[in-house]
């Protein structure tokens, strides 16, 4: 299992071991790392999310579903390690967790089938999708695009990355996030409206997916505030138990 302490594990890189780009290394402190804290030889690129995968998020957002499946973008500059801490903004309003099974990418996908999509997942990790909920719904009511309150600065908190050969089944796994040590979200990829492999083949019909890109999965309910100083810990069984400190900025 991996902690805090493994997540933030310092990693001494030569330049043939990562091709991540120094700009966004220098601005984020992100780097792609797998599950032991190992740096992963992938760039660091964009976090394709899809919405409302989960019927009862929905619910509890009010939301109606549709046919068509809900993507956004998150820029790489969203990304940062989750552990041992994350920041977030104090000045925005409410910050809500939305915990997410990541996927990410090692080969290019565009227009993709379903056997291109499996050949080019490296692996599965959990990510919270923050979510400036303030700010997204008064950008609704003005109906106007809300990317800043998904993709500010900092917006994708990450952890490490199982490789895919050891999760058999990656549509059985199981998430949770406990904060302050009550449960807040239980998730079961089974439960998605989208499989994990269908969303990939929709998202590449639309936007090219390439290696070090991200793919966040959908919540399911339990979506609420964070505070300062909140304890976190994320898990997807058995691989990650991952805890972390909240800190905002004032």
């Given amino acids: 299992m ?84 994350f920041v977030i903004p104090g000045e925005h309003g409410a910050v809500h967790n939305e915990t997410e099974i990541a996927v990410l990418i090692q080969q290019p996908l565009s227009k993709a089938t379903q056997a291109e999509v499996q050949a080019a997942i490296w692996g599965y990790s959990l990510a919270l999708d923050l979510t400036l909920r303030d700010v997204q719904a008064e950008l609704k009511k003005l109906g106007r695009p809300w990317e800043i309150a998904k993709g500010f600065d900092g917006a994708c908190p990450t952890a490490g990355f199982i490789p895919a050969a050891l999760v058999e089944e990656p ?18 990829a089974r439960l998605m409206i989208r499989s994990i492999s269908q969303m990939l083949v929709e998202m590449s019909q639309w936007f090219t997916l390439l290696p070090g890109d991200i793919v966040l999965t959908g919540t399911p309910a339990g979506v609420g505030p964070l505070q300062h100083q909140d304890q976190l810990q994320l898990t997807l069984s058995p691989w990650l138990d991952v805890f972390t400190t909240v800190h905002q900025t004032i």
């Fill in 2 to 85: 991996s902690s805090a302490t493994d997540q933030a594990t310092p990693d001494q890189t030569t330049p043939d071991q990562t091709t991540l780009p120094a700009a966004v290394a220098a601005t984020t402190g992100y780097q792609h790392r797998d599950w032991q804290g190992q740096v992963i030889a992938l760039p660091v690129g964009k976090v394709v999310c899809i919405g409302q995968n989960y019927l009862d998020h929905i619910q509890e957002m009010n939301s109606k579903t549709a046919p068509q499946a809900l993507f956004f973008i998150k820029p790489a500059t969203a990304l940062r390690p989750l552990a041992p801490a």
């Fill in 171 to 188: 549509q059985q796994l199981q998430f949770s996030l406990h904060v302050n040590n009550e449960v807040r979200q239980q998730g079961d």
